[in-house]
């Protein structure tokens, strides 16, 4: 077995992991190594061709290659080596990868690891639609790789379930390849999605959205041949009598993405049942010292900007770390309160600023949300609208949780 | 005089902005929180434009297509024009990032070009 040892190792080779490793090198970590599971670096951003990245971090709106590549120059300048077609199979507390690569087995003894594996696809057997079970059903993912990256034609009539922002995207896509689009499906009454991608993807192109709807059969032997839709009651239970049968060949899922831990799970860390990933400190620090966590593999984010941005952080920290330098005193818990459904870092110092991300759990405007210790608001901002699937940043300046043991992120009516 | 309230494409804020008009002409405009989504209103109203992205077959390159998109935005009246002529292209590798598959496509000022590299495939 080949045995290295590194500063700090990147695992995923994607916009978490390229920030992450850009910035541990230009943060003082001497030896950086970025392990990729994939043939080529830039993760998934390779299919997203779509414009719209880059926004906060470049000011203007590029595709997903062009951003992705910017950050690979990044690499390159910085002679950071990258292991290809390598899949990390194990992390321990004392920071060994075991790496399965075309040249063998790797151990990596690691002073810091940062975990950028990013986050996968929910499936039709995680939501458990009913039906046969032909051809013609894809993730929107899959069918983004298989249009994008492949040239396929999916199918002709398609049918799409979940309002995620990739829905989105490919619902604007097929239309544009010559598919037709007759209806997204929505189990929530309003869409998971950015409401720019509401606009741009859909309404531009006339494509019906249906609402507290959802898909209740597939239909077809070979290949789908038809869903029947039906309408939900307030506890997304299919309403009787409101089934409709849309004739298709192809269902594309939109579901949902899961933070892929199962290393992070393996190796001990402690994952927050909400957000899917590590529970993190301030300095996206895991339970285990020395392992940190940046971008979709921490909590699934909706713009890759505030990914880059995450993985920076964490990159900073993780080269910190590796060189010893002070670790965090103090602790003061945050968790979420009612109308929140998760907030990031789980754990402050109160000593330094930093910023908060956020996710509320249903539409709502004019509302102030509240950073409350022991029934006092130590801090507050308003909001003239929140949505579930835009995160919420709030930043924080040292001393201003001065004396907070707990805080409670809350959401109120702002009026 | 008329009422309409515009999702601002832009950027991620997804900004509410709402607009008073008479027939193309803007007379009142709140909402906005910068001045990319003011000229962004004004636009959608009188001659709404949109970036398009699709990909291209490549001949001989390590990867079977090569994303492509517009230089800037065009009017989105022309957007399945556009991908028609898009459509005709066949790129031959290498493919560099940035370089122009066709120039003022359709006379609109904008040029397609390649979004990502696309280097020959290894014999």
Known sequence: MITKTVDVAIVGGGPAGLSAAISAKKNGAGNVLIIERGENLGGILNQCIHEGFGIETFGEALSGPEYMQRFIDQ?????????LNSMVLEITRERKLLVASREGLIEINAKAVVLCMGCRERTRGQICTPGTRPAGVYTAGAAQNFINLKGYRIGEKVVILGSGDIGLIMARRLTVEGAKVLAVVELMPYSSGLPRNMVQCLHDYDIPLYLSHTVTEIHG????????????????????????KIDCDTLLLSVGLIPENELTRNAGIAVDEITGGAIIDERMQTSIPGIFACGNVLHVHDVVDYVSMEGDKAGKDAAEYSLGKAKMEGAIRVKPGPGVRYVLPQLLSGEEDVLLSMR??????????????????????????VNPAEMIQIKVKKGELAGCKEITVTLQNGK | MANKRYVCIICPNSCEIDVEYSGKTLTKISGQTCKRGDEYVRKEL??????ITTSVPVRGGSIPLVSVRSSKTVPKELLPNLIAEISKVRAAAPVKMGDILIKNVLGTGADIIATKNVPRKQA
Not at chain 1, 366 to 380: E, H, M, P, Q, Y
């Open chain 1, 75 to 83: 690499v390159e300048e910085n002679k950071i080596p990258y292991l």
């Open chain 1, 221 to 244: 032997k070979k290949r789908v041949e038809a869903v029947t839709l039906a309408q939900v009651d307030e506890r997304f239970k299919p309403i009787p009598g409101t089934e409709k």
């Open chain 1, 360 to 385: 509320v759990i249903s539409p709502a405007r004019n509302v102030k949300i509240s950073l409350i210790d022991k029934g006092r608001a130590a801090k507050t901002i308003m909001k003239p609208r």
């Open chain 2, 46 to 51: 009188i001659a709404p434009e949109r970036g």
